[in-house]
């Protein structure tokens, strides 16, 4: 990583493809001299590079963002980093959108990355969804045989979970709804077995998400009434995934942002058309007061964080042990699924 960061955010210029990015944001401080008897640059973190990959894009362009996301990426992959992933999720929607980059050229690149891929975690195989993302510039046919492709070499399992579910969003934007449900089906099966929270409620989230969109394609009432289950069951899950009582203010501000408009369903072109459908567009404010009522204040108690926690503030005096019982709650399984399930759908009529 310290080439890299010399490259892009030193004092040196460069020219061709891979020139260095002549206004940096990330300040490493003083440049070492010789003398130093210990050179130290700080550890770039992945968040702000992609900020730094957004500056880029919006100053000069796609082109110059996709030569600093792809020299990131080389390095990650040098260090057998599994910030790979998030890097190359951010390079190949710049790629498609690079007038200067041929799609030929950007797809022999992700090719070579993928051959060179190492074996030394499963999560560097999301990297196979990216590249079924760049083939669908080509054409969906060609996504979804690469994925299925991928998954006879990779049989399904909790490690290619969400290329189960990228398939299914893939058939869905075929019209194929019948094979989309199958691997939606398929992929719910993987959520047993996995012990970490926070992972399993991204993965829960994601299904839901596409769950909506396979719902929302559907003709009938009922299609249409699942649809706003599953939306209602995705930002439900969105936001026990910010539920911590040793960060609680991070689901407050979430909870601000779905209220500000800046997250969520709300004002929606799909909500909105369903309620239309539904004949539900009279009880519209109170919809959507119920479902948040029910998420912000009732649910954080179903997975067991006490109100007292849940609007803490800095200073409230607390116990040793409620200290600990905050400290414990991350490591605590999400066993609540079903009963959020069954909550929702009471507020819906199901």
Do not use: C
Not at 171 to 191: I, N, P, S
Not at 227 to 249: G, S, T
Request: charged share 30%.
């Amino acid at each position: 990583m310290l080439s890299f960061l010399k490259k892009w955010f030193g004092n040196k210029g460069g020219q061709g493809r891979h020139a260095a990015a002549s206004d940096p944001v990330l300040d490493l401080g003083p440049a070492a001299t010789p003398n130093d008897s210990a050179l130290k640059i700080p550890k770039a973190d992945i968040h702000h590079l992609m900020i730094q990959a957004t500056r880029i894009r919006k100053t000069k362009g796609y082109h110059e963002a996709v030569l600093f996301l792809e020299d990131l990426a080389e390095n990650y992959l040098e260090e057998r980093n599994t910030a790979l992933v998030t890097t190359v999720n951010k390079l190949v929607p710049y790629m498609k959108k690079d007038a200067k980059l041929p799609y030929t050229e950007a797809r022999q690149w992700m090719e070579d990355l993928i051959k060179r891929l190492p074996g030394t975690d499963s999560y560097f195989l999301n990297v196979h969804i990216t590249m079924a993302e760049l083939l669908e510039m080509e054409s969906p046919g060609k996504a979804i045989d690469y994925l299925e492709k991928f998954l006879q070499k990779h049989p399904p399992s909790a490690d290619t979970y969400y290329h189960i579910i990228r398939l299914a969003d893939f058939h869905l934007g075929q019209g194929d709804r019948k094979k989309a449900g199958e691997y939606l089906t398929q992929a719910r099966q993987w959520w047993v077995g996995v012990s970490d929270r926070y992972h399993l409620i991204k993965m829960q989230r994601r299904w839901h998400h596409s769950a909506a969109l396979l719902a929302y394609e559907g003709s009938s009432s009922k299609d249409i009434t699942d649809f706003l289950f599953h939306r209602f069951m995705e930002f439900a899950l969105d936001m026990a995934r910010a539920l911590d009582p040793v960060q609680i203010e991070e689901f407050h501000k979430r909870k601000d942002q779905y209220y500000k408009g800046e997250r969520g369903f709300a004002e929606t072109i799909p909500f909105e058309k369903a309620l239309e459908t539904l004949e539900l567009s009279d009880h519209r404010d109170s919809l959507i007061r119920h479902i948040y009522g029910f998420v912000f204040e009732e649910m954080p108690m179903i997975l067991g964080v006490p109100e007292k926690q849940l609007h803490f503030r800095p200073g409230d005096p607390e116990s040793l042990d409620e200290v600990r019982q905050k400290k414990l709650f991350g490591s605590r399984p999400f066993t609540q699924h079903e009963e959020l399930e069954y909550k929702i759908r009471k507020i819906i009529g199901l």
